[in-house]
């Protein structure tokens, strides 16, 4: 069974940075988009970030000059290294994995960052 699971959530001081990763498992997602979304409490949850197979990225324009996705294929991970981080970038991060752009085939559990002001 696929399964994505991240880490590296946490709490963080307004400036500062976090890596989350995302380790897949049970098939090869070599070939999938690969994602992260967000979802602040109260709020839809919208894609931050995606990476295709061959290493073309896309960003929401919130994120972009502060977040950088990046992918190992060798170790089936995917990451999600933020930096400059803000309050309202506070949100349960979410990895997907998906067949087109929408990355919206398989998700993880969440991991949880806040970012104090």
């Known amino acids: 069974q696929a399964q994505l699971h991240e880490s590296g959530g946490g709490l963080v001081q307004a400036g500062g940075s976090l890596r989350l990763a995302c380790a897949a498992s049970?098939?090869?997602?070599?070939?999938?988009?690969m994602g992260w979304y967000r979802q602040a409490p109260g709020k839809q949850r919208d894609l931050v970030a995606a990476?295709?197979?061959?290493?073309?990225?896309t960003y929401a324009d919130s994120v972009k000059g502060r977040f950088t996705i990046s992918r190992d294929n060798a170790k089936n991970m995917v990451y999600l290294q933020m930096n400059s981080l803000k309050p309202e970038d506070t949100a349960v991060y979410y990895c997907?994995?998906?067949?087109?752009?929408?990355?919206?085939?398989?998700w993880g559990q969440g991991t949880q960052v806040t970012v104090s002001s």
């Open positions: 049970g098939r090869t997602f070599n070939r999938y988009y």
């Open positions: 990476i295709t197979s061959t290493g073309r990225i």
């Open positions: 997907a994995a998906g067949g087109n752009p929408n990355v919206d085939d398989y």
